[in-house]
Each structure stands twice: as structure tokens, then as C-alpha cells.
């Protein structure tokens, strides 16, 4: 609908502000979505490939569709936090987007906010719904379902695996990993791979690392496979202390006191030691390769994070779900179902030399980049990691994702850097995240 | 704040030529900074998330500060950062731009000052790509050196005792050319007679320093010290690329606080509260400031 | 006696040249790693420990990667133009502003001017929403006017002016005014010639504050073509930070040369002082 009156008259209260006469505050004199074959589509630009690969897709519907003129808004953000709140700012200010991008961690955070119009009936009377539900994993579709209302079809999703160089393994005399090894083998492993080679007396070469500003490529496969999540499954409540993540984090905690593992750094910072050597193994999703191909890096493969006392395979996903303030929701069902056909997605897969940064949500199109040749030699296990495994859903991702990961990552430095105990440490964290994961 | 006592013979009141000379400062004030600035008032009463309904609060943000567990920590931590941060800029700043009066060749001098302000004309993206680098415990730079002269690696970014420090360090990095520059167009502006006049009466350059510069400087120095301890109070890029404001809450700033609050929480009612006890701590620090200023400020 | 006085001068004039070159070495040697970084074809050399440095991987590909990814010629215009309008409309408007607090009588001026340093006090991180509300309700927001108007009021500024004008002597205009100068003449004649430095040193960091501006562009702008040189940047370090080292570093290269240029061209006017004006007192 339109916008709530209280906005407005906040709105309408700093503008007044102005003291000039330039401030017209009259009425919602917003035109932009006159004619009904209009769509405004809002999209996180993060970079080149986020402007090209979004131009491309309307200019691909536009010209299945003649009729209907496509209003691409690219909003930057430097991540996607403040890219949502660019996002609202605009909305704030009277935008009415038909749809928006959003990550998987965003499906609470727009559900609670009523901004998004499920698309459960569409699913239904769509003809076509089924056939791509159907090539489309189970677990793309849970991770985008709350409480029912399934947010948006998911286009593009990544999962979290282990990086290893080849080169250091080789150099090493290390077997490369198995899908089914364990924590013990992961352990013994990333021991072999840690080295002191200035002879200083310490090391100055790694096993592993994780990044410390996130937490899907940090802790939650380790979490996962304790069998434990960060929070309840219906996401209500926090279970940041529960045994299972004892369990993870001082297995990690243990890796930088053995010296396996160098003190957590950024992702960013990651990457390039990876290519160097410096560090053997990490985890992320399929982003990496993005880095790693155009520098002319491929001496690297992947492989399954190791089992704990399960293993469930942590993922996420991105969507353009139909938001409530749309004029025209049947025409961006349309948009949204046209960012999965097989033209769009195989964008995703990309060429050797020009990765994708994710993995297409279509399987069909997923198991193509083998074919297309794209490193690393174990492509498929991407989308297998999904398909044939257990995947831990939902995303422990509350309504307040934003605060909800800067309160873990907050308290987890503490830990990582001995200042606090692992107990005493997640103790405190579900103290504070009681109050942030609610219902 | 008339803080001039020099005898004038000129008439009281310049009112119009004031409005004449005022107004474009004042115009474009009323828009960008009162509307804004008031809108914060307003939205302080408020609990509002951008995208819903907001609705009327009363005090409640303002209560909220009293229970909220934080934020006297990450007050002390940004108290901490922004006085050390004050010291050496103001301090440090000045022995820097006094060594540059020393007579040397021009494009030397000119080489020292450029040397100076270059990290000041670098942007957030480089400062956290050069000093992650520089500060990484395992695998970062000046540890690598340390290790060398047989010293243990210290853990800059992720310890409390030292996140701070190495904030202060890379702030003061950044922005203490800005002071050095300040304090250069304040020494361009002392007449060299007075300067010269004192040489020849026999003065050494430590009398000189405390007689003629230091007081003419006073006007330069007193600008410094309020700049200075508001930018400092008001770090936000450096925690945040650096350290994330960590460990805990060690080296978090209130701004980063509050953005958080913000754009995190999407709670921009309590942010705003935020803000504005934050701006009358300051309004405070610098009402003391200018207070303290008449007593010791020269001017001519 | 003279000779020892000679020694000390020496000891001291070696004492402060050593401190200069330490500080400068200091305060620039990290940035050596951004510029080899500018030209090095290698991302995994940079972080290498011990330091490494292979002639054979120079190169200037990187250069050519930035304009490749993102527009960057674009970028940098559009960073001249709102830096240039920003840093001239701030030197006027804070200039004259400065002037009437420093020099001229009118009521309620402590208030005014105590209401102009208030405004310093309130973070922009708060103030933006408010902000952007302002500027959208004027139709200004997604244009170069959304990063200009904003900071052409610079309390700052104005202050810095004002201290500055404040310490000149005041017998200079005493003679403007016998001979009849109206107000804006005695400004515009004799205090501005007389306020180089500071006017220089207000410009220098203007403009670099404005050039180096990432929070105001990002909300207030969403199409590419309008967005300044720190989003640029942003942009190269792309999603997930998949951005080359190599090419970022390449971006903040390209990016410092313009306030460089700025720099060297205001330091002209530094160098003036009261003494060179000839003036007597």
C-alpha cells in the first residue's frame, strides 16, 4: 500500500525543516509506476558483475517481453547489511520497488517486516512452477521458506567448503582430503601442513584458517557438524551455549592454541595467503574462485567440510522476492521466474577464464560447470553438497541478522584471542542473544 | 566568545554587513545541517525501523541508555582512544611543524610537509588493506620484524590491550598531518619581525619558542585542541576496518556504536538518542574548551 | 665561546633533521607496499614474509584492470567536480562567514557562532537519514547536487578561518577604514591577501576530505554513472572481497595522484606569510 502515514509526517516533519519553499509535502505525488507494464527492480551493486549480470537479465526479459519496461535500481552497500539499509532508506523516502535482491540471511528480516508478498500461490497456479521447483534442491527452497510463505525462488546460492592447495599438499607429502573424513583426520592433516619455516621457533605456515567477519565461512560448519545450530529451528530463540557448540569452538579455539591455525583475520586477507602458501585450507563458498581464476591460480581443489558427529552441509542462498509495494506482482512473478530459466542461470556457471562468484540454484544448469571446465576438478561436489547430503535449515539468521552475527563475532574474538574461556565465552554470547533472537 | 579585548575605536553594531556576509553559510546551514539535525530530535522520540510504521516513543529511547549494558564500556573505550589520540596530534603535531621552520632548502620542506599529509589523503580502503597487513599476528609484517630481534609476536588486532593502541596508532597516523599542516599556516602567520627582533635582542630559540611563537600560535593551537578532540571522539573508519571494534568492546567508538544501532538494528530512534547524548557530551568538552580558552588564548 | 654555540647549532639541526626523516619515514613507508602493490602481476607476492621483490612481475596490467572493472574515468570526474565545487563554495562561504565572526559586531553573534560549532558535534552516521529524507523531498538525491549542497556549510571551516582572521593584526584595517574601504573591501583587500596559508590549508583539506567522502555517495547515489572515485573502490573490492589485491591497490594509486596535484599547487600559497607580504607593523 502506500506508505504508512507516520512515515510520512516524519518525513514530512524533517523536510519542513528545510525552511524553504522548496519542501512539497502535499500529497504521495510519487508517478513512477503509471503504466501497468512497468518494473523497478532493486539490486545490490557490489561490483561489475553485479551491474553487467543484472543489465543482462532485464535486457533478456525485455526482450522476451517488449512490452514491459524494466527500472533497474542498483543500490551499493559494502556489504549486505548496509545495502539493506540503503534499501529501506529508499523506501523510506517513498520508492516503491517491485523487487529487491536479497540473501538468504534477509528472508526473516523482510518476512518480519512485511515487506515481501509470498509466493506460495503463485507456486501453486503457475503451470510452470513445478518443473523448476523440481531442478531446484529441496534445501533452496526450505532455507527460503518461513513460517510457511516460501520469500522467492532462489537463483543463486553458495555452500561451504574447504579450500585446500594442491601445491602445499604435494610439497607436504599430504594425501588430498575425502569426502568422508573426520575431525581427527582434518586435525592430523592441517598438523602436517603447519610449519616454522624461518626456523624462529614459530610457525609461520598454517593448516587452516577461517574468516573472522563472517560466520557462514567461520564457524557454522563446524557448528553444523557437532549437530548443533546457532538458534532453535523455528529461529525464535538462541542456542549459542548448547553443547554441540562448545563442542566447535574449542575444537577451533584448540587449532590456534596448537598453532595449526593463525590468529582469524578477514576474509579478504584470506584469500591472497592462500595463494601464497601460507595457509593450506580454508573455508568458503564458491566465491573464491572468482579471485582465484582471473589471477591465474588453479593449483587448488575442493572438498566436504569434515564430519563431526554428523555432518549437514551449511549453504545460502539469493532471491529477487515480489515486494509488497508492487503495482504489477503477476509481471514480477514473471521477472523472478526469468531469473532462473536456463538463459539466466547458465550466467552463473560462467567460463574458465570468467567464473561465476555462486552456484546456479537450477541443478540442470549446477552440472554444467564440470562440463564447461571450470576449476576446481571437484565442481560437482558444489551441488552435490546440497542434493545428496543433509543441509542444516534453517539459517540460523533471525529477524536482526545484522546485530545477530556482530553479537557472535563480537564475543567470539574474545574467545579466539584467550581473553575469555569457551564456556564463559558462549555464555555470555546467548546472554546477549537472548534478547536479539526473538519472535 | 568575543574573546578580543584589543581597544577599537570602531562603532558598535555591524548588522547588516553581518546578515551580507552570513548568509550564504546560513542558508545552506538551515537545509543540510539544521533539518537534518532536528529530524534526529525527532526521530529520538520515535521507534522506528525506516520501514514500518514508526510510532511515538516519549522518553523511551532515553531510558534505554541507562540499561543499556554496553554502552559505558564503549564510552570508556572511545575516551581512551580519542584523548591519546588528542595528545599526540596536538603534541606531536606541533614539534613536527616547529622542526619544520628550521631553515632548510624549499623543496625539502616541501618534500617533509607532503610527506606528512599523504596518509591523510589515502582513503579508508587503504588504510585497512596496508595496516591488516602490517598487523596481522601470524602473518603480518612488523611481527615478522619483531620475531627477527627475537621479541614474541604481539597480538595487535585481536588482543584488548592492544586493539586500541593500534587504532590510536593508525588514527593518529592518519590524521596527524592535518594537525602539522594547521599549525604550519598558524607559524606562516607570525610576523618574522617579531621573530627576528628577539634574535637580535639575544633570545635563545627555547625563550623564543615560549615567548613569541607559543603565545602567537595560541589562536592555532586552541582551534587544534577543539578539532582534534572532536574528530577523535568521532572515529568510526578505523576501528571498523581494523579491529571491528574488538575484541569486546575495546576499541568500538560510540559513532560505531550508534551506526551499528543504526543500520544494524535498524533502531533509529535509540541511534538518535544515541546521538544526541553523545553530542552534548561534546558540547560540554567544548564549552570547557573555550572557557579555559579565554584565559590562555592570545589573540592580537 | 662563539665556536660552542656553532656545535650546539649543529648537534641540534642534526637532531631535528633526524626526527624529520624518521617521521617521514614512518608516516609514508606503508604506502610503498600500496604502490608495489600498484605494479605488481603477482596478488600471492604481496604478502609474502620475508618480504620478496622479483623485477619480472612489475607490471602496469593493473592500471588497465581498474578502468576495465569499473568506469573509472567517470569516477574521477565526477570526483573533481563535486571536490572542486564543494572546496571553491566552501572557501567563499566559510571565508565570509569567518570574517563577520572574527571582525564584525552584531547581536547575538556568541550565540550564532556557539550554534556553528554545536553543529559539529552531532556525527553525520546519525544525521544521514534525516539527511536523505531532506534531499529527497527536494528531488536532489541520486545527482552530484546530493554530495555538493551537503558540504558546502562547513562549521570546520569557518571556524578554522576565524581563528586565523582573529590573529591578524587589527591596525591593517584601522587604516582601510580611515581611508573609507567599505566592509567588503577591507575583506576582500586586505584580509584575504593575508590569509594564504589558511585559505590554502582550509582548501588542501577540503578537498581531500570531500575526494576521499564514502558515506554520502553510497546513500545518497544508486546509479553507477553518478558515483565518485571511494565507491570505486568499494566496487574493485567486490563481493565477498573476490577483488585482486593487485588492482585495489591500483584503484587507491590512481585515486591519490588528483589530491597530490591539489597538494602540490596550494603549497604555493602556504609558503606566502605576512613577512614575504612585506607588511610592516
Not at chain 2, 59 to 80: H, Q
Not at chain 2, 122 to 139: E, G, M, P, Q
Not at chain 3, 110 to 133: H, N, R, W, Y
Not at chain 3, 241 to 269: E, K, N, W
Request: hydrophobic residues 45%; aromatic residues 12%.
Amino acid at each position: 500500500m502506500n506508505i504508512p502515514r507516520r512515515k510520512v509526517a516524519l518525513a514530512c516533519a524533517t523536510a519542513a525543516l528545510a525552511a524553504t519553499a522548496l519542501a512539497g509535502c502535499g500529497s504521495d505525488s510519487e508517478t513512477t509506476s503509471t503504466g501497468a507494464k512497468a518494473l523497478e527492480i532493486v539490486y545490490w551493486n557490489y561490483g561489475p558483475a553485479a551491474e553487467s549480470g543484472n543489465k543482462a537479465t532485464a535486457d533478456a526479459f525485455t526482450k522476451a517481453h517488449p512490452d514491459v519496461k524494466v527500472t533497474l535500481t542498483p543500490v551499493t552497500g559494502e556489504n549486505w547489511g548496509t545495502y539493506y539499509a540503503n534499501v529501506a532508506t529508499l523506501i523510506a523516502s517513498g520508492k516503491k520497488p517491485d523487487l529487491m535482491v536479497i540473501s538468504g540471511e534477509g528472508a526473516q528480516f523482510v518476512h518480519s517486516n512485511k515487506l515481501v508478498k509470498p509466493i506460495n500461490e503463485y507456486l501453486e497456479k503457475d503451470a510452470g512452477a513445478k518443473a523448476i521447483t523440481d531442478d531446484i534442491a529441496q534445501g533452496l527452497i526450505d532455507g527460503f521458506t518461513v513460517k510457511g510463505d516460501v520469500i522467492t525462488l532462489s537463483y543463486g546460492w553458495n555452500d561451504m567448503v574447504v579450500y585446500y592447495n594442491t601445491d602445499v599438499f604435494k610439497k607436504a607429502g599430504v594425501e588430498p582430503p575425502k569426502a568422508d573424513w573426520t575431525w581427527d583426520d582434518f586435525k592430523a592433516t592441517a598438523k602436517k601442513l603447519s610449519a616454522d619455516t624461518n626456523g624462529d621457533g614459530t610457525n609461520d605456515q598454517y593448516g587452516f584458517t577461517w574468516a573472522s567477519n563472517e560466520i557462514f565461512p567461520g564457524i557454522m560448519p563446524w557448528v553444523a557438524n557437532a549437530g548443533g545450530n546457532l538458534t532453535s529451528d523455528d529461529v525464535c530463540q538462541a542456542t549459542a551455549d548448547s553443547p554441540q557448540v562448545n563442542k566447535a569452538v574449542t575444537f577451533l579455539n584448540d587449532l590456534i592454541k596448537e598453532g595449526v591455525a593463525p590468529a582469524p583475520m578477514p576474509m579478504s586477507d584470506v584469500f591472497t595467503r592462500f595463494q601464497n602458501g601460507q595457509i593450506a585450507m580454508f573455508g568458503a563458498g564458491r566465491w573464491p574462485i572468482a579471485t582465484f581464476l582471473p589471477a591465474g591460480f588453479k593449483s587448488f581443489d575442493i572438498q566436504l567440510y569434515p564430519k563431526g558427529d554428523t555432518y549437514k552441509t551449511v549453504f545460502g542462498g539469493a532471491g529477487y522476492p515480489i515486494l509488497k509495494s508492487s503495482q504489477n506482482p503477476d509481471l514480477a512473478w514473471e521477472y523472478q521466474k526469468f531469473t532462473v530459466s536456463d538463459e539466466i542461470e547458465k550466467g552463473y556457471v560462467g567460463t574458465p577464464d570468467k567464473p561465476g562468484d555462486s552456484i546456479p540454484s537450477r541443478r540442470s544448469v549446477a552440472h554444467t560447470i564440470s562440463q564447461v571446465g571450470v576449476p576446481p576438478a571437484n565442481s560437482d561436489l558444489y551441488y552435490d553438497s546440497i542434493d545428496k547430503f543433509e543441509t542444516l535449515v534453517p539459517y540460523p539468521a533471525p529477524a536482526k541478522y545484522s546485530t545477530f552475527e556482530s553479537t557472535v563475532l563480537r564475543h567470539l574474538q574474545q574467545i579466539f584471542a584467550g581473553e575469555t574461556t569457551v564456556p564463559d565465552g558462549l555464555k555470555a554470547m546467548q546472554g546477549e542473544l537472548t534478547g536479539i533472537v526473538t519472535c | 566568545m568575543t574573546t578580543n579585548t584589543h581597544p577599537t575605536t570602531r562603532p558598535r553594531g555591524d548588522g547588516a554587513a553581518a546578515l551580507a556576509f552570513l548568509t550564504p553559510s546560513i542558508l545552506t546551514f538551515l537545509v543540510f545541517v539544521l533539518a537534518p539535525t532536528v529530524g534526529v530530535l525527532i526521530l529520538s522520540f520515535f521507534d522506528w525501523n525506516l520501514l514500518s510504521d514508526g510510532t511515538f516513543a516519549g522518553l523511551d529511547n532515553f531510558k534505554r541508555l541507562f540499561t543499556d549494558e554496553r554502552l559505558l564500556g564503549v564510552y570508556g573505550s572511545t575516551t581512551y582512544m580519542a584523548l591519546v589520540i588528542l595528545a599526540v596530534n596536538v603534541v606531536l603535531g606541533l614539534l613536527l611543524a616547529v622542526l619544520l621552520e628550521t631553515r632548510m632548502p624549499r623543496w625539502i620542506r616541501a618534500f617533509f610537509r607532503l610527506s606528512f599529509l599523504f596518509p591523510f589523503v589515502v582513503s579508508a580502503s587503504a588504510v585497512a588493506l596496508i595496516w591488516r597487513f602490517l598487523l596481522n599476528k601470524d602473518l603480518g609484517l612488523v611481527n615478522y620484524l619483531l620475531g627477527l630481534t627475537g621479541l614474541d609476536r604481539i597480538d595487535w588486532l585481536g588482543s584488548s590491550t592492544w586493539a586500541p593502541i593500534s587504532v590510536i596508532m593508525v588514527n593518529s597516523w592518519k590524521t596527524i598531518g592535518f594537525s602539522i599542516l594547521v599549525y604550519i599556516a598558524g607559524l606562516q602567520s607570525i610576523p618574522k619581525q617579531l621573530r627576528e627582533a628577539a634574535i637580535v635582542d639575544g633570545a635563545g630559540a627555547w625563550t623564543r619558542f615560549w615567548r613569541i611563537t607559543f603565545p602567537l600560535l595560541s589562536p592555532t593551537i586552541f582551534f587544534l585542541v577543539v578539532i582534534n578532540t572532536i574528530n577523535s571522539f568521532q572515529i568510526f573508519a578505523e576501528p571498523r576496518v581494523l579491529t571491528q571494534g574488538g575484541p569486546g568492546d575495546s576499541s568500538r567508538t560510540i559513532v560505531e556504536y550508534l551506526y551499528d544501532r543504526a543500520f544494524g538494528d535498524f533502531d533509529l530512534g535509540y541511534a538518535s538518542a544515541i546521538g544526541i547524548t553523545f553530542a552534548l557530551v561534546l558540547v560540554v568538552l567544548t564549552a570547557i574548551q573555550f572557557w579555559f580558552s579565554r584565559r590562555w588564548t592570545h589573540y592580537q | 665561546m662563539t665556536s660552542r654555540l656553532t656545535v650546539g647549532h649543529v648537534a641540534a639541526r642534526v637532531l631535528t633533521f633526524v626526527i624529520l626523516v624518521v617521521a617521514a619515514v614512518a608516516i609514508t613507508a606503508p604506502f610503498l607496499w600500496i604502490f608495489r602493490g600498484a605494479f605488481s602481476g603477482s596478488d600471492a607476492e604481496l604478502y609474502r614474509l620475508p618480504p620478496t621483490f622479483h623485477a619480472e612481475n612489475l607490471t602496469l596490467d593493473n592500471f588497465g584492470k581498474v578502468t576495465e572493472q569499473v568506469p573509472y574515468f567517470r569516477f574521477f570526474l565526477n570526483s573533481i567536480i563535486v571536490s572542486g565545487t564543494v572546496t571553491i563554495a566552501q572557501l567563499i562561504t566559510c571565508s565570509t562567514a569567518a570574517y563577520a565572526f572574527a571582525r564584525l559586531r552584531f547581536r547575538g553573534k556568541g550565540v550564532l557562532f556557539a550554534v556553528v560549532i554545536g553543529s559539529l558535534m552531532i556525527p553525520i552516521q546519525v544525521t544521514i537519514v534525516p539527511l536523505f529524507l531532506v534531499m529527497s523531498k527536494i528531488g536532489m538525491t541520486n545527482s552530484l547536487w546530493a554530495l555538493i549542497f551537503p558540504g558546502i556549510f562547513s562549521a570546520f571551516g569557518i571556524f578554522l578561518l576565524r581563528q586565523h582572521f582573529m590573529a591578524l593584526p587589527y591596525e591593517l584595517e584601522e587604516a582601510a577604514k580611515i581611508d573609507g574601504a567599505s566592509r567588503f573591501h577591507t575583506f576582500a583587500r586586505i584580509i584575504l591577501p593575508l590569509s594564504g596559508p589558511s585559505i590554502a590549508t582550509l582548501g588542501i583539506l577540503c578537498f581531500t576530505y570531500w575526494w576521499n567522502d564514502l558515506l554520502l555517495p553510497l546513500v545518497m547515489i544508486s546509479d553507477t554513472e553518478k558515483q565518485t572515485l571511494p565507491v570505486g573502490l568499494v566496487l574493485l573490492a567486490g563481493r565477498f572481497s573476490t577483488g585482486s589485491l593487485g588492482t585495489i591497490a591500483a584503484g587507491i594509486a590512481m585515486a591519490i595522484v588528483p589530491v597530490l596535484i591539489v597538494f602540490i599547487a596550494a603549497q604555493r600559497y602556504i609558503v606566502q606569510s605576512i613577512a614575504s607580504s612585506g607588511l610592516k607593523l
